[in-house]
């Protein structure tokens, strides 16, 4: 299991491998669809990137700078 930190400081457990478009939809289904892109580390990812370590991620929408060019 690894630990993700979410915005705000929520910290959840997910399997090795878990990528950033399940984690939005483990938060809810609308967030889900309106995300774009992840933040992982402070690193603009693909949403379908296995996320294999503890780490701080971010969920970017169309809101975000790099939610937009993604």
Not at 41 to 64: H, M, W, Y
Request: proline share 3%.
């Amino acid at each position: 299991m690894i630990k993700i930190t979410l915005k705000g400081g929520t910290v959840r457990e997910y399997e090795n491998g878990v990528c950033g478009y399940e984690i939005a939809a483990s938060i809810g289904a609308g967030l889900a669809k309106s995300a774009c892109a992840v933040e992982v580390d402070g690193v603009p990812t693909d949403l379908r990137t296995p996320i294999n370590n503890d780490c701080e991620l971010s969920i970017l929408t169309f809101d975000d700078e790099y939610g937009r060019r993604a």
